[in-house]
Nanobody, 123 residues
Framework: VQLVESGGGLVQAGGSLRLSCAVSGGIFETYVMGWYRQAPGQERELAAAINRNGGNTYYLDSVKGRFTISRDNAKNTVYLQMNSLKPEDTAVYYC?????????????????WGQGTQVTVSS
């Protein structure tokens, strides 16, 4: 199974970015999908996650109301729309897939990972 992220970059505070993660080699609709992020010197944290059919989502408190996770099972792709970005959102963002029916929070619960995409928010 391969996960390939795209859409990262440099943006000014208050701006927006949309991350995409294309999944191949597996059965996408059977995966819970998550977007983790990791800033330098900090632990990896789950920013958002979505269940198999998109009917249930999870958001880190600090991104609620600004980030939206969605998925298109026909395109084997999960998205993370990030609005009102803040410098503290700067991190490498990783897409991850879990072979589980329910949203998982711990990184160890995810079976497949992308290579990561850098998001840098300047003040």
């Amino acid at each position: 199974v391969q996960l390939v992220e795209s859409g990262g970059g440099l943006v000014q505070a208050g701006g927006s970015l949309r991350l995409s993660c294309a999944v191949s080699g597996g059965i996408f609709e059977t995966y819970v999908m998550g977007w983790y992020r990791q800033a330098p010197g900090q632990e990896r944290e789950l920013a958002a996650a979505i269940n198999r059919n998109g009917g249930n989502t999870y958001y880190l408190d600090s991104v609620k109301g600004r980030f939206t996770i969605s998925r298109d099972n026909a395109k084997n792709t999960v998205y993370l729309q990030m609005n009102s970005l803040k410098p503290e959102d700067t991190a490498v963002y990783y897409c991850a897939a879990a072979m589980t029916p329910y949203i998982q929070l711990a990184p160890r619960s995810y079976d497949y990972w992308g290579q990561g995409t850098q998001v840098t928010v300047s003040s």
